[in-house]
């Protein structure tokens, strides 16, 4: 064993004594800004010496004493790029950046195409977050090697932090292109397509990465995200699925699956299947909303009701259940009912916005305006900018012909902390046709229509403005359409009619 050893490293020695007799000068040498020239070159055995038991640390993982080597090599041998790029190498793995700097500099100042130098030096400008640096360095690289894998994909990640997310992209797509094994590229390029919503094209990435690797778990995640977020349900669901089958026990992988059942219309498989997820998770309530979408969605409204109301008693701190049971009970017309169950999960948890604005309507509906006005002020008191307290505040003063001035303040304000919203542009437009200015009404109703232009409401607006303008017949086309959107109004019927 002692003899293989040897071997070993006098093999080692060897190579290495080739490598320092092309770059290694005397001692007696200062150091020069030209390139050193092979028949100047004088060798130093303890300058090699040195360079070889810091090679040999340096193998060892043992950085500090690979270091003083090196030193001691530098010391005996001064015109040496190897022996420079050594030492930038290790104070690069020892974080000491400034220092790595300045020897690798030395080791280019001698060595002005030294590749290994020159690739340090791009690390040591990317950690030092000096990015134009270091691309300028990785592409002198590839213009020499440009299949470094390592170097392309240090440029994609500038091109990231940069912002050039297209060039990002780019370079992922060629990294795999040339090299079918580069699996984490392909993953890169399918996360940059994720997050600039080109879904569909991401998907095929993500559907080929699963291909080579079933298993994994956060691939056939978010590749069930993307078929929801194309509506691809039945994708969705055989990707859950199989999720299931790899993590039996995961309770939220079982929720996202029955939230996505609950929208489709396989009535007997589906309601046995979220029967069965409530049986083996009985404590997550999420599993019971789920049943009860399922119902909501069949219009089989009280049956939903019915397991709702009985959770209620099994999980009292849960906000949802009681908005949703308000919810459905506005849906079939009772606002009694419906501001209890608001009510109640206001209750439960104050900040449950949503709950708040819908109570507030159903007061709205029950004319009960003090209580509804009385709720927007303390919801705009709380939080002044509240954009969806303005607008609903206004509109429904609009609705009711008072307090005008208010409204649009309110409303304005919504508009200019988020311009661009539909719904705010046309509280503002009704705001205004209530307080008679028709010109300055249609002007935001129509802005409106730019953004939502299949809003049933926003088109009878308009046609309500155009109307009091005495533009009838443009009015009558607006209606039509609001109509065709809204088959059963008998109110847009009868202003057709006129």
Same mark, same amino acid.
């Given at each position: 064993m002692k003899l293989k050893v040897k071997y070993i490293i006098n093999?080692?020695?060897?190579?290495?004594?080739?490598?320092?007799?092309?770059?290694c000068a005397g001692s007696k040498e200062f150091a020069s800004s030209k390139p050193v020239k092979e028949e100047n070159k004088i060798y130093d055995s303890m300058a090699i010496h040195h360079f070889m038991?810091?090679?040999?640390y340096s193998l060892r993982g043992n950085y500090p004493m690979a270091l003083i080597e090196y030193q001691d090599a530098v010391r005996l041998d001064s015109?040496?790029?190897?022996?420079?790029?050594?030492?930038?190498?290790?104070?690069?793995?020892?974080?000491?950046?400034? *220092?790595?700097?300045?020897?690798? *500099?030395?080791?280019?100042?001698?060595?002005?195409?030294?590749?290994?130098?020159?690739?340090?030096?791009?690390?040591?400008?990317?950690?030092q977050n000096k990015l134009n640096e270091a691309e300028i360095e990785y592409n002198r690289i590839i213009s020499k090697i440009p299949d470094?894998?390592?170097?392309?994909?240090?440029?994609?990640?500038?091109y990231i932090q940069t912002g050039r997310i297209q060039e990002a992209l780019t370079a992922y797509e060629n990294i795999f292109k040339n090299d079918n094994s580069q699996f984490l590229a392909l993953e890169k390029a399918a996360e940059i397509l994720f997050i600039s919503k080109n879904f569909s094209k991401s998907a095929t990435y993500y559907d080929f990465l699963i291909q080579f690797n079933p298993q994994n778990i956060e691939y056939l995640k978010t590749r069930a995200d993307l078929a929801i977020l194309t509506n691809d349900l039945q994708k969705a669901i055989a990707v859950y699925t199989r999720l299931i089958s790899l993590q039996p026990d995961d309770e939220k992988i079982h929720e996202n699956l029955g939230?996505?059942?609950?929208?489709?219309?396989?009535?007997?498989?589906?309601?046995?299947?979220?029967?069965?997820?409530?049986?083996?998770?009985?404590? *997550?309530?999420?599993?019971y909303i789920n049943l009860s979408y399922f119902y909501i969605n069949k219009n089989e409204y009280q049956e939903a009701i019915n397991i709702l109301k009985t959770q209620i008693i099994e999980f009292p701190t849960n906000t949802e259940i009681p908005a949703i049971i308000g919810s459905i009970y506005s849906t079939i017309n009772k606002p009694?009912?419906?501001?209890?169950?608001?009510?109640?999960?206001?209750?439960?948890?104050?900040?449950?916005?949503?709950?708040?604005?819908?109570?507030?309507?159903?007061?709205?509906?029950?004319?009960?305006?003090?209580?509804?006005?009385?709720?927007y002020n303390y919801l705009i008191e709380k939080n002044p900018e509240d954009v969806v307290a303005l607008n609903n505040f206004a509109y429904s003063l609009a609705q009711r012909g008072t307090n005008l001035k208010k409204a649009e303040q309110m409303v304005q304000k919504a508009n200019t902390l988020q311009p661009d919203n539909a719904s705010y542009l046309d509280t503002m437009g009704w705001v205004l046709y209530k307080s008679g200015k028709y010109e300055e009404a249609e002007r935001y109703v129509r802005e409106a229509l730019e953004f939502e232009n299949q809003n049933a409401e926003i088109l009878e607006h308009l046609g309500d403005i155009l109307n009091k303008s005495n533009k009838i017949e443009q009015a009558k086309e607006f209606y039509k359409q609001a109509l065709e959107l809204d088959q059963d109004n008998e109110i847009l019927k009868q202003k057709i009619k006129q």
């Open positions: 093999v080692f020695f060897f190579f290495s004594l080739l490598v320092l007799l092309s770059q038991n810091g090679e040999i015109i040496s790029p190897t022996l420079y790029y050594s030492l930038g190498k290790t104070y690069l793995i020892l974080d000491k950046l400034d *220092n790595s700097l300045s020897n690798l *500099n030395m080791a280019l100042s001698l060595d002005p195409e030294y590749i290994d130098a020159i690739e340090s030096r791009a690390e040591v400008y990317f950690l470094n894998i390592n170097v392309q994909y240090r440029l994609a990640s500038i939230e996505i059942l609950s929208r489709t219309s396989k009535e007997d498989e589906t309601k046995n299947l979220l029967l069965s997820f409530i049986k083996k998770f009985p404590q *997550n309530p999420k599993n009694i009912l419906a501001a209890t169950y608001f009510k109640k999960a206001v209750e439960i948890f104050p900040d449950n916005l949503q709950a708040s604005y819908l109570l507030a309507g159903e007061w709205e509906k029950m004319k009960k305006f003090d209580q509804a006005d009385s709720l």
